[in-house]
């Protein structure tokens, strides 16, 4: 047989390697036992790096024209047709794997001839990617028959990395996004339903602006209606301290307008802060401005500095009534008198303007924005018992009295018998109330509620009352009067000697008789007369409706001294004010009857309605026919010769009256000087009117200023009131009846 070529095509078993485009026919495959195609000896076998292998089929006649049957084996060519076969040899371990595989399938005899081909490939269709080149492939050494093929390890194809689970990141994601989301709504609920109010409130605080509005106070009327203080509108100057670009230069400016130094104006422009940490954008400059004045200052237009409606207290008759009336403050508050006594009643209660408003240039009221304005309620009106000439007539008179006076002080009452209502309450020295500042404190009391004096003898007409109506004397009751008597370690003497004779009642009275009035008190007893002391108004405020009314005091019957015997029923030793002594002599004029002393006639509403003042307390004190004696033997004062208060005597009427000389007390202490008083009424067969005058001369006695000024005060008095003299006589008097 002749030699083979040496084919490179042809393996080391005499095959020759054919190629897929071979028209020859494929063995059947020995694995499937499907028949091949073109008579096909060999096929191509993929190795996992992508050789091919040629292995030749034992026993097997090549077919074909032309030459040995040969295959091109390809990957995509299997016995099966399945296209992932290849990939199936790939994990079966390549060329190795799919020759173990040929063996386990081939007959024993025939597992060293068989060669392993690859299923033929698919037909290939037009949208198959073009076949990959054939790759030429070297001829391997033939495997010696006594010697085995080596076998590959098996490898245990590594398992794939685990991946995390997603299912679980997506729940965590999901929840965190729901409790955020339910964080969120649940803090709007809050600040939507249970916040509301605060965060509202706090944003409406922000910019809502707050204006006063002032109550007009009530006036203050005379018993006719004539004004004696009320209310007009004014303004007043504010500063802003953040807006005040230079405060040196701006209190400059106001300081001739307003009056008030510069320096004091610098001082209130001075930046402040308020309690809770913020800038102070308000302060007063000046209150009560007058309109004319402020629109100056708006002139100017001075930055930081505004104008605002005010009202001020307006006094017309200046010093008229000024310790009855007192004043006010700027902002309207009663400070002293009768302004700080009713100061509820004349307040008022002010308004308010609540609204919203912009920032900066924009600080003017919100256009359909919150607005709401309670107005003011105006002050209710006092109308006095005072009648205001009368008043001014009594204050002429005792000024021009007290002008003999250096450094002293006075007071006169004049009182409505039956009434109670005190016509004038005069007081020396006085001020101007519309100008309070500057005015000494002194010389702003009400001498007649406030001067603590020792009465003196005006008190001795209380001491013969008691002793009438306790039966002790008549009217012509007559006594021996020695020229003094002691009491305890103290003489009391007479300035109008007895020299022991009998004296009649009223000429113990028309000469002021101390040792009279004690042997009558003597009978008395101390504890009836503390008793008709306390009836006729002594020893507790009288309630005539002053602020600040002193009391005085009386001595209790347990402190008496030996000397007190004598002292107390001369009116010493007794603490009263003059609005108390006319009290109780009111009551003599009055058949009597005690009348507490008022000045509230009535109060007039803001609508007008009126409201009469408190009845005053009444109680009786003497019968009608003792108090008509009484009235009677005091008429001895201003009619018998020589009598202590003949320059009292008002011609055309009768008078009856007392005088007094005591001594002023301050904190209980005796002041130097001494009191002279007169309490007189007139006319004293039917008293109209009665009216006390006290006065207190630190250098000597006072008697030249009392009698004569309340001759005057009397005789204005009745003709201002219209009273007609009865002409009847004043009973005639014997001091010393035979």
Known sequence: MP???????????????????????????????????????????????????????????????GGAAEQRRTPRSTRSGDPFRPALQVLDGGRAGAARAARRAAPAANRSGVVRTVAPRAPRTPWDEPAAPRRRTVPRTPRRPDRPAARRPSRKPPRPPKLADPRLRLRLGTVLTLALFATIGIRLVFLQAVDTPAYAGGGVADRT?????????????????????????????????????????TARALSPLLGIPASKLTEQMRPRKLENGNPSRFQYLARGVQIATARQVMALELPGIGVHRDERREVPGGDLAANLIGFTSQDMTGLEGLEARYDDVLRGVDGKRVYEAGLGDLAAPIPGGYSRTTPPKPGSSLKLTIDRDLQY????????????????????????????????????????????????????????????????????????????????????????????????????????????????????????????????????????????QRRFGLGQPTGEGMPGEAGGRLLPAEEWSDSSHGSVPIGHSVDATPLQMA????????DGTYVQPRLIKEVVGPDGKKTPGEAPVTRPVLSPQNASALRTMLEAVTTVDDATGTLAAVPGFRVAGKTGTGWRLVDGKKQRGEVSSFIGMAPAEKPRYVIAVFVYDPDSGGARVASPGFSEMMSYTLRHFRVAPTGTPSPTFRVFPG
């Open 3 to 65: 030699p083979r070529s040496e084919d490179p095509r042809r393996d080391a078993t005499g095959s020759r390697r054919g190629s897929s485009r071979d028209g020859g026919r494929r063995d059947a495959d020995p694995r499937t036992g499907e028949p091949g195609v073109g008579g096909i000896s060999g096929a191509r076998a993929y190795t996992p790096r992508g050789r091919t292998v040629r292995e030749e089929r034992g026993g097997l006649p090549r077919t074909g024209g």
């Open 393 to 532: 007539m009594v204050q002429v008179i005792l000024s021009r009295r007290m002008a003999q006076v250096h450094g002293g002080t006075a007071a006169a009452v004049v009182m409505e018998v039956g009434s109670g209502e005190v016509l004038a309450q005069a007081s020396h020295p006085t001020y101007d109330a519309a100008k309070p500042i500057p005015s000494d404190p002194v010389a702003r009391e009400d001498v007649a509620t406030s001067f603590v004096v020792e009465p003196g003898s005006v008190h001795k007409a209380i001491t013969f009352g008691a002793a009438l109506q306790e039966g002790v004397i008549t009217p012509e009751t007559t006594l021996p009067i020695a020229n003094s008597i002691t009491k305890g370690d103290t003489p009391f003497s007479d300035t109008h000697p007895a020299n022991g004779r009998r004296m009649s009642v009223p000429g113990m009275l028309a000469y002021s008789s101390n040792v009279g009035t004690i042997t009558v008190a003597d009978k008395l007893g101390p504890e009836r007369l503390i008793d008709y």
């Open 583 to 590: 009290a109780a002599y009111a009551a003599i004029a009055n």
């Open 209 to 249: 602006r707050t204006v006063d509005l002032p109550a007009p106070r009530g006036a203050i009327y005379d018993r006719t209606g004539a004004l004696l203080a009320h209310s007009v509108e004014a303004r007043y100057v504010f500063a802003d301290p953040t807006l005040i670009e230079d405060a040196t230069a």
